[in-house]
């Protein structure tokens, strides 16, 4: 339910916007001009596009103007016509026509009245289009039965149709091919679904069908163990027949609690089923989770779990009975949001899909964001996975917030803020793009740093965000990258003391869209003066043994494919050492004492820091006796005259011993 603003001052038409990342033909869509070339390929960016406010829509007798209701969105529904590229845009009693000119940059969007007659007077108003066929059902309650249209030209024509289900709130449609085998009284090629919730929250969901083409509706039916009960979603159905209708409270028999699950019939309606989504408690509040179905017609189930209402989504291939682990989406923007809510999936190809979501940063992870005080500033965010859920990016799809303050959750009877109501919508056209219809909020000075809550209670502008570049969900319609040179490889180098040579790593980087075919890997002796020393045609090391001792060496590397080379890579200096050569040693007997002393031999590159004496009374046979920090002779006094001692000694740096000296053997005299 609603509660209606008149109009007020509005942001721009037409807003570019900034992308923020966080933890991949022609254009048959809304246009009739050829894509620009960036589309498909690299991040998503969106322009936003808000209804002229001078566009009005509900006339009385006569043509008198009732009420311009450009700012009464609060629950807006969009669906895209592939035939045409024209989108349909309902909130309140209005209908809009959305036109894109993609020929532009940024595109050109413009909106036109395309309201039923037979639907201006509805409570909770609902749309959707079958976007194969064009058809487009909407309007809303009016009392237990509903007033809606159907069109098949983008709005310039209407046929009312009047599903009447005995629950009378909080409506949801849905349009789309049958499910085998055909029924027997199916006229035309798609069914079509009107569910609502009851009022008195015990009683379960119904949904009411047609196979006519809404000529006759069937009576509401329930599903089968009556379990799920208010906050019903949107109803999608799969490219197989499947429709699902998401539900944020199904009873689960085994544990007496209540799930995230929702309704499914497989039988064009003419019986529903419950299922329930394990580990996905119901949020103490919040509102409608939601569901998309791909190609392959997996089905995706996104919301705010309960406890810290972070968007979260799950997938399952097999009809709703197994469900994948829930990925949350909060932790893909940096910083991670602290809630979001009105989740809207789309999906395209198998394995690409796409969560909108309202998030905010305010307060801290676990605060309910839907209780008088809380102080969001919130945003639109479109979370996007192109591989089948094992990775998501997260763009931000509007400059500005959207509405300051809490969501309000309670009803028509609280006192909050109320204008932005239970759900958005969001859909794809047909090269791919994300659109998304919200209400927007914050308009004028509540969009500045400066804005209060109180600016941002009644405003609820019709709004819609437009995927203008980046890759979408249809792979068909993705733009090769374009090919260029590699990126710089990140370089590292590492001296090998056991040999004084040097050893060279580096990370493959970004190929720039064609294979490195080898690694340039360039020397020099100063800073900036490195010179072509080496190709490295196979992996991503190279050792140097060509190198000098204590002589330091500058060294980057570039990657190279078929395009070129890439920027050399961050320069690193290295000094090769290693432990020092062995010495010359000679040995002189003495009466009761041998006499030693040696060369100095080559350092290694590292400075000498001391001497090792080894001693032993068999040829090959050695122990440390004495250890010397300074000069090149030690007399040893701990001997036996007339006793054969064998001699060696190892010079000392920093890379540990050297070489031992040749072997001296020694009879000291006896005596003193």
Known sequence: ???????????????????????AATNLSLSTNAAPAAFGYGTAAFVNSAVPSTLTSDFGPGGALLINDTNIAGEPSIGINWKTGAALYMADRSTYKITIDNATTPPAISWTDASSPYSLANLDPILATDSQTGTTIAGGDDGLCSAMSITHDDGA???????????????????????????????????????????????PDECSYTHDGGTTWQPSVV???????????????SPDGTAYIPNKSCTDASSGKNLVGGLITTDNGQSLSSYRIPGAPTPAAGFDPTVATDTNNRVYESWSRAGDYHPVVTWSDDQAKTWAPQVDLAQTVSPALTAATFESAVSGDGGRAAVAYLGTWAGVSGQNPFTTGFHGVWYLFVSYTYDGGKTWQTVQATPEPVQRGEIDSGGTTTGGQRNLLDFMDASVTKDGRVVVAYADGCLNACNSSAGTEAQSQTDAYATIA????????????????PVTAPSSPALTATPDTSNG??????????????????????????????????????????????????????YTVSAVNDVGSSAASNEVSVTPTTTPAAATLAATPGKGQVILSWTTPATGGAPISGWEVYRGTASGTRTLIQTISTGTSYVDNSVTGGTTYYYVVAADNRNGRGAFSNEASVVPRKGK
């Open 501 to 554: 040579t040097v050893g060279l790593s580096w990370s493959a980087p970004n190929d720039g869209g064609a294979p490195i075919t080898s690694y340039q890997v360039s020397r020099g002796l100063q800073a900036g003066t490195e010179t072509p020393y080496q190709r490295v045609t196979t992996g991503t090391t190279f050792t140097d043994t060509a190198v000098t001792v204590g002589t330091t060496y500058y």
């Open 1 to 23: 339910m609603r509660r209606s603003a008149f109009a007020r001052a509005r942001k721009p038409a037409l807003v570019a916007v900034g992308v923020m990342t966080a933890f």
């Open 157 to 203: 024509s209407w046929t009312p149709t009047v599903p009447c289900p005995f629950a009378p709130d909080h409506p949801t449609i849905g349009t789309g091919p049958f499910h085998a085998p055909i029924p027997a009284d199916a006229v035309g090629n798609e069914v079509s679904y009107f569910c609502q919730q009851p009022t008195i929250n015990v009683l």
């Open 466 to 481: 437009y995927q203008s570049a980046g890759q979408g969900l249809f792979a068909g319609y993705d733009t090769a990258p």
């Open 223 to 237: 599903d089968t163990a009556r379990s799920c009960f208010f906050q019903v979603g949107h109803v999608k159905i």
